[in-house]
């Protein structure tokens, strides 16, 4: 146990209840757990308590009143004791002192607070000892004053006053000295009071004999008065007043005046000043409109319309209209300025924000959306009316020089427009779908949800892509196919060099359209204008291909033109120019190309061969292989001048210097084979070759277009044939007649034949010679046309034994058979079926031989001719050895 | 003396004057508990009260430490007359506090009505002497013209602390043991009134 708690000191030493006391001391516990008792003039505080150190102690005091001592009690040492002591007390509240309650003022307070009396009812008359009441506190227990003076009061003025209560009350503490000095003080008063007028007259006699002296003083001035002025003063004064009211105030007038108006100047100065703002901002605005500083502008509306819109002052209303007229002529300005194009699209958003933050009673983004979709067409118009301008210059330059209308798809001025116009679009249409996005997000205001807007705009958007694919249209593609085969002959023309900058144009036309079909695709645009945009591109691609297989048409068609005749190639289908090998070379250098610039799909576009286009224009390309293969027209003067044996001949001269000196090259009928041939070679392998060149392209293989042109082929060889034969055939045939008919066509009867009649000869002869002609050119192929003629001579034959039957003379009959024997052993390996018939048909007609020395005879006859014919023979069926 | 005060070890009360803020709490505090604290919070009115040995003999000092700022001034009155010595304090590092002594004494002379009051001028704050605005000329010479001893501390180095204390107990011993000598004879106004309350 230790020792118990002393407090030595207390700060403050009184007050209120609640007030924050520390408490100082020894030993007031070890901690804070320590503390287990607190008591302020024994109100129990520790709730409070507040340990801070063995020697201090914070804490509230409780509802206690009066003095009371500090007791604590701590676990370690017990009940403390108290050398110091606090006093509570409750305090009454005034109106001037700080309280957390409120205080009721109306009423004045009964009891009389603090020392000085605030109302006469509540006035305390002072002590009637002359004795200060400061001071000791120590009042005299109230209970015990009524014990002692059960019907006493201890108030001065109460009719039941005791005496002793009052010095109880008032001077408990004061010492019996002070109590006689105020006994005496007392005494004297009471005195003071006794002594009355009388005293008061004594003491004042001077004063009182002074005023005596001035009253006669005073009567005898007014009597003189009275003298000097009449019995009336009266009126004269007044004159005198009111003259020198009216002199003041004339005198003041003028001042007052002025001070009236200083005071409404510096009234009006302090208006301005105030309504600094209001005054200035039409100024301001004018101003800050000049600078296009328009925010500030609308800043300064929308404040000026807080501030004063509800004004009933005049001159503010007048301000205001005009800030007002300003303001809306800001709005019209504004407004021009959104439909004034160019315009940045994010100068146009400015605009807009600021219109609508005036109030504008129009849908500000509607109005420049138009505006802008508006200009965009403009734009569009403006750009084809420039090249369209441009090009009928060139066109019209060009026709001076050179008379030959351009391409409307290939002259440099469309690419130009092009590519202005795809820029154009793919910017502006940019900035109008942004504006639009905008606005539809209710960025801007305006009504984004009325009278179908998403639909008008939308339709303004395919309004304008609409426009464009139309504009482009009209620069890319030609008007019809009119125009295509118009430019084709000029494509045609320029050759090479044009092919390679048409080419180019090509790529480069399309490689801006893609790259504005990009942009529209980023822009997010609904499907419905990208897929006008897509069409334009996928026609140009079409109309690309198309141009580059109108273009091969145009050069395959020119192939006859350029067909040289000069064999090239000796091949299995016989001999062939450069024609068929060209043809391959036109129809891959086409897909080539097709492949190259516009096979390849960009993104969003359709496959190009989904249209069938490609097929479509396949077939005319591959039919125009069969006319272009097609053999020349019969050289008239040719024909004509040439005999039969000239034609004959020919073959023989073919290394040799023309009759006529010029190198013709091979003739006609020649021709004519190189061209069986060539659509032969053609049919068998150029067209396969082509089949693979577009299965390796990946393009679908016109299986029918190349099965028609086959066919067309066939035709043309067939054709070919027929008129090779009717060439080489009919004169051939034509001869046999009078050849057999010449000299000794009637038969002596007895006359022993030796030989055949010389037209057989002839027959071999000229047969002999369309081999070899035929052979030359066709190599294998070749049998074909010897078989024919062979047929067409068995033909003859058979027609001209039937027309004259050789019957009668048995030499005729022996002669006519012999004749036919020995075409047959001549022709045996050319004779087809038909034509072994014709001549059994011949023979037939001719009697049959009757004796074994005749039969004898046509054998050695026959083995001679074969013998004598040996070498003959032997070349008209040369192929067969060959073979 | 009263018969009940016989009992306990005599008491001597002692007020602590001056104006706010010069130490008067600190100079107390570290005097009753040896502490001395920085943070300054004005002063209502305190009570201390502790044993001390003075010249061997026990005796209790009560210290009333009043409120400088001159919201209180009203309510100085009646602390001052239950005073039997005064510490009257200012802060040489401010003259205006050494210029309100004067009319510190002039209030205790009033109330006390006695030139010979047990009265100690004390100048604190010596520490700071570079801080120094109040030269010490000017402060002896208003004690000699006082007729009272100046004493010059640090509440903060506890210099001249228990000095003061002590010096005015001694004055306040001298001054009672001359009154009960004095008291079969003339009597004083002050000394009347406490003897009339034994009375009552």
């Known amino acids: 146990m230790g020792p118990p708690p002393v407090v030595t000191g207390i700060s403050p030493k009184e007050g209120p209840p609640g007030t924050r006391v520390t408490i100082r001391g020894e030993f007031l516990g070890t901690s804070a757990t320590d503390l287990i008792g607190l008591k302020i003039c024994g109100c129990d505080c520790l709730l409070s308590a507040e340990w801070k150190s063995k020697n201090k102690i914070i804490a509230r005091s409780g509802p206690c009143k009066g003095r009371g001592d500090i007791i604590v009690t701590t676990r370690s040492g017990g009940e403390g004791t108290s050398t110091v002591q606090f006093r509570g007390y409750h305090e009454s509240i005034g109106p001037v002192k700080e309280s957390a309650v409120w205080v009721e003022e109306s009423a004045p307070l009964s009891l009389p607070w603090g020392r000085r009396p605030m109302s006469p009812t509540t006035y305390t008359p002072p002590d009637p000892l002359g004795l200060s009441t400061e001071g000791d506190d120590c009042k005299f227990p109230e209970e015990e004053l009524h014990e002692l003076y059960p019907d006493g009061s201890g108030n001065l003025s109460d009719e039941n006053f005791e005496p002793g209560w009052y010095l109880l009350e008032h001077h408990s503490n004061t010492s019996y000295e002070d109590l006689k000095a105020g006994m005496v003080f007392l005494q004297r008063k009471v005195e003071g009071q006794k002594e009355g007028q009388l005293h008061l007259l004594k003491a004042n006699t001077g004063a009182v004999m002074e005023q005596l002296d001035r009253l006669v003083l005073l009567k005898n001035m007014f009597e003189e008065d009275e003298r000097k002025a009449g019995r009336e003063p009266l009126p004269s004064l007044q004159a005198a007043i009111e003259e020198s009211i009216t002199l003041a105030d004339s005198l003041f007038s003028e001042i007052l005046s002025r001070k009236d108006n200083a005071d409404k100047t510096r009234e009006a100065l302090s208006l301005l000043t105030r309504h600094k703002f209001l005054f200035q901002l039409p100024a301001n605005i004018d101003k800050n409109i000049k600078k296009k500083d328009y925010d500030l502008v609308v800043n300064d509306y929308a404040r000026v319309k807080n501030l004063f819109g509800n004004t009933d002052v005049k001159l503010f209303q007048k301000i205001l209209a005009d800030i007002d007229r300003k303001i809306d002529d800001l709005k019209t300005k504004l407004r021009e300025q959104i439909q004034t194009m ?384 009717e060439h080489k055939g009919d004169p051939l045939v034509g001869t046999i007649e009078p050849s057999m008919y010449m000299g000794r066509h009637k038969v002596d009867p007895d006359e022993v034949v030796e030989d055949a009649r010389p037209y057989v000869y002839e027959i071999i002869n000229n047969l002999i010679a369309v081999h070899a002609e035929v052979d030359s050119v066709c190599g294998s192929a070749s049998t074909r046309y010897v078989r024919d003629i062979c047929e067409t001579v068995c033909e003859e034959l058979a027609r001209l034994a039937a027309a004259a039957p050789a019957g009668g003379s048995r030499a005729a009959a022996f002669r006519a058979r012999l004749e036919y024997r020995l075409l047959h052993v001549a022709c045996q390996s050319h004779l087809t079926r038909k034509a072994e018939n014709y001549l059994m048909e011949a023979l037939a007609s001719v009697p049959p031989l009757e004796f074994d020395e005749d039969k004898k005879r046509m054998e050695v006859l026959v083995e001679d001719f074969k013998k004598r014919m040996e070498l003959q023979l032997a070349s008209l069926n040369s192929n067969m050895e060959i073979v | 003396m009263a018969p009940r005060a016989t009992a306990a070890p005599t008491l001597h009360k002692v007020i602590m004057v001056g104006s706010g803020g010069v130490g008067k709490s600190a100079l107390t505090l570290q005097f009753m508990y040896d502490e001395f604290v920085e943070d300054y919070e004005p002063t209502k009115a305190d009570s201390y009260r502790k044993k001390v040995v003075l010249d061997g003999e026990e005796v209790q000092i009560d210290i009333l430490d009043t409120a400088g700022q001159e919201d209180y001034a009203a309510i100085r009155d009646n602390y001052f007359r239950s005073g039997e010595g005064f510490l009257c304090v200012f802060s040489i590092t401010e003259p205006e506090s050494f210029d309100a002594t004067q009319e510190f004494r002039e209030q205790i002379l009033r109330v006390k009505n006695d030139e010979n009051i047990p009265f100690l001028l004390v100048g604190n704050k010596s520490d700071l002497q570079e801080k120094r605005r109040v030269p010490l000329d000017a402060c002896t010479e208003r004690a000699a013209a006082w007729r009272v001893p100046y004493v010059e501390t640090s509440a903060k180095t506890r210099d001249n602390v228990d000095k003061v204390f002590f010096d005015l107990m001694r004055e306040i011993r001298s001054r009672k043991s001359d009154d009960s000598r004095a008291s079969n004879g003339q009597v004083k106004k002050g000394k009347s009134k406490r003897f009339k309350c034994q009375i009552l």
């Open chain 1, 342 to 725: 160019p315009i940045n699209i994010q100068d146009q958003r400015k605009y807009i924000r600021l219109l609508i933050s005036l109030n504008w009673d129009g849908d500000a983004a509607w109005v420049a959306i138009n505006s802008r979709k508006d200009y965009l067409m403009a734009l569009l118009d403006k750009v084809k009316d420039h090249f369209k301008q441009k090009e009928e210059q060139e066109a019209a330059d060009k026709g001076k020089r050179k008379s030959k209308p351009d391409s409307s798809g290939w002259s440099a001025a469309a690419g130009e427009w092009l590519a202005a116009a795809c820029a154009l679009l793919a910017e502006q249409l940019a900035a109008l779908w942004t504006l639009a996005k905008w606005y539809f997000a209710g960025e801007l205001a305006g009504s984004p949800t009325a009278n179908n807007r998403q639909e008008q705009f939308k339709q303004m958007i395919i309004e304008s892509v609409e426009l464009f694919a139309t504009h482009m249209r009209g620069c890319l593609l030609p008007a019809g196919g009119a125009g295509g085969a118009g430019g084709g002959g000029a494509g045609g023309g320029a050759g090479g060099a044009g092919a390679e900058r048409v080419r180019a144009r090509l790529v480069e036309n399309l490689r801006a359209l893609r790259e504005m079909y990009e942009a529209l695709i980023k822009l997010d645009l609904p499907s419905q204008p990208l897929s006008i945009v897509e069409g334009v591109i996928f026609e140009y691609r079409a109309h690309g291909m198309t141009a580059f297989l109108q273009r091969a048409l145009r050069r395959v068609n020119s192939l006859a033109g350029q067909e040289t005749w000069r064999i090239v190639e000796f091949t299995e289908y016989g001999a062939i120019t450069n024609t068929p090998h060209e043809l391959e070379a036109i129809v891959k250098d086409a897909l080539t190309q097709i492949h190259e610039c516009v096979f390849a799909p960009g993104r969003r576009e359709r496959p190009l061969l989904e249209a069938g286009a490609l097929q479509q224009h396949s077939r005319p390309l591959l039919l125009a292989a069969a006319p272009a293969l097609d053999h020349p027209p019969p050289d008239q003067q040719e024909f004509n001048n040439s005999s039969l044996s000239v034609a004959l001949d020919q073959p023989l001269d073919e290394t040799l210097p023309h009759s006529a000196g010029q190198d013709r090259g091979p003739s006609w009928q020649q021709r004519l084979l190189i061209a069986a041939c060539n659509a032969h070679y053609t049919r068998k392998v150029t067209l396969n070759n082509i089949a693979k060149a577009y299965e390796q392209y990946e393009f679908p293989v016109p299986t029918l277009a190349i099965q028609t042109t086959k066919e067309a082929l066939s035709n043309l060889e067939a054709t070919i044939a027929e008129t090779y034969l």
